[in-house]
């Protein structure tokens, strides 16, 4: 499109065509590797990987499957800590002669062991961005479905997280479908335990009606999981263990630095289906963290801290920081819009001031052990979030799924991935924050706290990008002449270059083509620049992204995730070729 050699910093680059390779394609001059993926060993008496041969066992030592947040974290010498989490497993695609009837035990149990999160320390190479994981280093670690977890905040020990195995209802096993998440500026890792509610079976059976209600609106139905783990551990069973699914679906902090610390699900900051978590000091030197629930018409939240963080490295600060997430407000947006209702026709054009914008405000829902919500305790608001925002007349989103501060302009951008179900009949319509009916391609606000805190009540917002075929009227790209930018359709994972261009990732484009990672200008005659820097295999959606001034990160994850797709018959052959089963796998790519 010619633009790429005058473009702004960080974005010169010949944008990448829409396309349907069964491969990551990246742009002209830029070289790749893959870092690791599913299988490969972590600790020095792990087994090569055999797709054919795959034990528990050896998966408890191997990178899990399906990378969906990646975070480096700096080590000494050019190394660092990648940080990864594992969402889900696809027995399907994972294992020869699989039969979804009779899982096995051994598949059951490779399952439990590729769930969860990988800690590899990888060196970085002279002359390229390949990073080369250190197999065997101190710091290397591997979580999953069976390592404890430790329930802090005000609902720890609560009656309704404690179980046979766990009667204090302090110790939780496992963390499960971790989606994406966010690093501290305190040196932890947090991460988001998204769609919990498809591990637990027999919801149906449960008859207490107060409870049936709380597992409908978390999505909990049904009598088999797909995956029938109840088969094989009675705590996946609602009608055995009622508890143990109220121990899913909440913030986890990991401190990768130390590998014997045991990391904490922070219900402080509530439990929903959480996509991601991404902290922001405010102005007096607390922390907020804003975090989105990813399901359609569900909400916006943010969490603000009572206690300012310390700087430094002392084991004083450190264990003072590792309380911050424990007490604090929760908060959840309501955003109104300032154009007349009736220019907002659900189409998806501008109204006639020529913005989707508006005001908000952060309505609180529980401050530390007081609730805000009438009718709830406040450990009933952090366990059931949920049906807390419904009673305050929080704003209905399309599905938000990441919500990351600009670290250059404290900005706040959401990616709104879609929403089929906008407009129709019995649900919410259009409204200037969800401008579209039937919402295919999703969009991209951006909120600005007043006062620039992150502490803040109130707020301004836009929408940055509508998303889709620019050619089509219903969408926007931030004021940028359509013509100059790339298509993009479902944005979901959002991260910043060192320059303060917002990087978007897509799951699920529906535009015919390839998710993919694309690069878009926020600033001056170039906002709404977006340009697309790579795409991924068939099947696969983009996750990850980090950007730094060496290298470009992607996880991709379920590559060969199609219909009908088996390990004989795979939907894709990435990253090993004809004849392999796919392996998701973390990307990197540099300029050659
Ligand atoms: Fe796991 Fe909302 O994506
Ligand atoms: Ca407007
Ligand atoms: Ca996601
Ligand atoms: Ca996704």
Same mark, same amino acid.
């Given at each position: 499109k010619?633009?790429?050699s ?11 065509a829409p396309?349907t390779?069964d491969?990551?394609t990246?742009?002209?001059g ?7 993926a ?6 020095r008496?792990?087994?090569?990987f055999d797709?054919?041969?795959q034990t ?6 191997q ?5 969906d ?7 000494r %010498? ?7 989490n594992?969402?889900y497993?696809?027995?399907q695609i994972?294992h020869? %002669?699989?039969?979804?009837?009779n899982?096995?035990?051994?598949q059951?149990?490779?399952?439990w062991a ?6 590899v320390?990888?060196e ?7 990073l080369?994981?250190v197999v065997?280093h101190?710091?290397?670690?591997r979580l999953h ?6 329930l ?7 009656p309704l997280?404690?179980?046979?195995a ?5 110790t939780? *096993?496992?963390t499960? !479908? ?9 040196g ?5 335990e998204?769609?919990f509610n498809?591990y637990f ?5 449960v008859?207490?009606p ?8 978390y999505?909990v139905?049904g009598?088999e999981?797909?995956?029938k783990w109840?088969?094989?551990d ?10 143990e699914?109220?121990r ?7 401190d990768?630095?130390d590998?014997?610390s ?15 978590a ?6 007096? %030197?607390r ?8 399901e359609r018409f569900?909400y *916006?939240?943010?969490f ?8 430094? !490295?002392?084991r004083k ?10 007490s604090g407000t929760?908060?959840? $947006?309501r955003?109104t ?6 220019q907002i ?6 109204p006639?001031d020529g ?11 529980v ?10 305790t406040a ?7 949920? *049906? ?14 990441d919500?990351e501060?600009?670290?250059v302009?404290?900005k706040?951008?959401?990616a ?7 407009? $129709?009949?019995?649900a919410?319509?259009a ?6 009916n039937?919402n295919?391609?999703g969009?991209v ?9 992150a502490? $803040? ?7 940055? *990008?509508?998303c889709?075929?620019p ?13 100059h930018?790339s298509?993009i359709s479902?944005p979901?994972?959002?991260a910043?270059?060192?320059?303060? !261009? ?5 799951d699920g484009?529906?535009l015919?083509?390839h ?7 926020l ?9 697309q820097f790579?795409?991924v295999?068939?099947?696969a959606?983009?996750c ?7 290298r470009v990160?992607v996880?991709v ?6 219909d009908? $797709?088996t ?11 004809p004849?392999s089963?796919?392996r998701p796998?973390v990307?990197?790519v540099w300029?050659r």
């Amino acid at each position: 499109k010619g633009s790429f050699s005058r473009g702004p910093r960080g974005l010169e680059f010949e944008p990448v065509a829409p396309n349907t390779h069964d491969a990551v394609t990246v742009p002209r001059g830029f070289d790749q590797q893959v870092v690791m993926a599913w299988g490969d060993p972590i600790f020095r008496d792990a087994p090569a990987f055999d797709p054919r041969r795959q034990t528990a066992a050896a998966q408890l030592r191997q990178f899990g499957y399906n990378c969906d947040f990646l975070g480096l974290l700096p080590l000494r %010498g050019g190394e660092y800590l990648m940080v990864v989490n594992h969402e889900y497993t696809d027995e399907q695609i994972m294992h020869p %002669g699989y039969d979804p009837e009779n899982p096995t035990r051994e598949q059951v149990e490779i399952g439990w062991a590729a769930h969860g999160l990988s800690v590899v320390a990888v060196e970085s190479q002279r002359r390229s961005g390949a990073l080369k994981p250190v197999v065997g280093h101190q710091l290397n670690r591997r979580l999953h479905t069976n390592t404890p977890f430790e329930l802090t905040g005000p609902v720890a020990g609560h009656p309704l997280v404690r179980t046979t195995a766990d009667p204090e209802g302090r110790t939780a *096993l496992g963390t499960l !479908n971790n989606c994406s998440g966010g690093l501290t500026p305190w040196g932890t890792w947090l991460t988001a335990e998204e769609n919990f509610n498809q591990y637990f079976a027999n919801a149906d059976s449960v008859t207490d009606p107060v409870t049936a209600a709380r597992l409908a609106r978390y999505g909990v139905s049904g009598t088999e999981t797909d995956r029938k783990w109840e088969r094989f551990d009675d705590r996946f069973d609602l009608a055995k263990e009622p508890n143990e699914i109220n121990r899913f679906g909440w913030i986890v902090e990991v401190d990768p630095y130390d590998p014997e610390s045991t990391p904490k699900k922070r219900t402080a900051l509530g439990r929903f289906k959480h996509e991601a978590a991404q902290p922001r000091l405010t102005s007096d %030197g607390r922390v907020a963290v804003y975090m989105g629930d990813d399901e359609r018409f569900d909400y *916006l939240y943010k969490f603000v801290s009572d206690t300012q963080m310390r700087k430094g !490295n002392s084991r004083k600060a450190r264990e003072h920081n590792a309380q911050l997430l424990d007490s604090g407000t929760l908060y959840v $947006a309501r955003l109104t819009g300032d154009s007349p209702a009736e220019q907002i026709d659900g189409s998806g054009r501008l109204p006639r001031d020529g913005a989707f914008d508006g005001a908000g405000e952060w309505i609180p829902l529980v401050s530390g052990t007081r609730s805000h919500v009438p009718g709830m305790t406040a450990e009933e608001v952090l366990l059931f979030t949920r *049906l807390a925002a419904d009673q305050v007349g929080a704003t209905k989103m399309d599905r938000p799924e990441d919500v990351e501060p600009s670290p250059v302009t404290g900005k706040v951008y959401v990616a709104l991935t879609n929403n089929s179900n906008r407009g $129709a009949a019995g649900a919410a319509r259009a409204d200037e924050a969800n401008p579209r009916n039937a919402n295919k391609h999703g969009h991209v606000l951006e909120l600005t706290e007043r006062h620039e805190d992150a502490a $803040a009540t109130r707020f301004s917002w836009n929408l940055l *990008l509508v998303c889709g075929d620019p050619a089509s009227p219903d969408t926007y790209f931030g004021g940028m002449d359509k013509r100059h930018v790339s298509p993009i359709s479902c944005p979901d994972n959002l991260a910043f270059d060192p320059y303060g !261009n917002l990087w978007i990732s897509t799951d699920g484009n529906a535009l015919g083509s390839h998710d993919g990672l694309f690069a878009v200008a926020l600033h001056g005659r170039h906002r709404g620049l977006t340009q697309q820097f790579l795409t991924v295999p068939r099947g696969a959606e983009t996750c990850g992204p980090h950007i730094d001034r060496s290298r470009v990160m992607v996880c991709v994850q379920h590559p060969g995730e199609v219909d009908g $797709a088996t390990a004989e018959a795979p939907g894709s052959t990435w990253p090993d070729g004809p004849g392999s089963i796919p392996r998701p796998g973390v990307v990197s790519v540099w300029r050659r």
